[in-house]
């Protein structure tokens, strides 16, 4: 079982460049989310998704886009990347809500601004 | 004050001791409570979800204490495998089913 999938695994980009950055899950699991992870500062939620074709912002949605056009996929998009995006970017993905169902993550996207 | 506060760490302790940390959370009506483990530069993976009544799953006892908003997680017998960092995570109410607040991690190194 891979779970959840996430790609790329690092990636390197100049400030102003835009990227995608892909997660797909084989877990036909409805809720998907985007992460952050910053040193001392715990995984902040980006955005999440609740089902497919349906979107909704997290903590610090700002600079970032998403789409669920597929049940399997969450796409995570930089508009003009910073350096204050650098980061450690993680999805994962539950059945249901997490009051009730754990949330499975990928291992993580680490990517650096110049 | 922060949602959900943790002691960084790091706690060394030798392999076979018993330890304990604590996480408090600042919203007194969040109900759902969980421990994840962390590994260096790997993704968060759950340990255990955290009941009212306190709950066991092998070396691991994970206890809610509601009157001082506060869940701590108990490591008997430490393994050398037991070496991580472990995320408290909370879903305060206020922000609906669908997010978790997570702590900035305790990490935990059991020495040979």
Redo the contacts between chains.
Sequence with gaps: NAGVTQTPKFRVLKTGQSMTLLCAQDMNHE?MYW?RQDP??????IH?S?GEGTT?K??VPDGYNVSRLKKQNFLLGLESAAPSQTSVY?CASSLG???NQ??H????TRLSIL | RKEVEQDPGPFNVPEGATVAFNCTYSNSASQSFFWYRQDCRKEPKLLMSVYSSGNEDGRFTAQLNRASQYISLLIRDSKLSDSATYLCVVNPPNFGNEKLTFGTGTRLTIIP
């Design positions: 809720y992460y001392g500062m715990g995984l902040r939620l999440y609740v909704a997290g903590e993680f809500a997490f009051g754990p949330q993550f990928g291992d993580g």
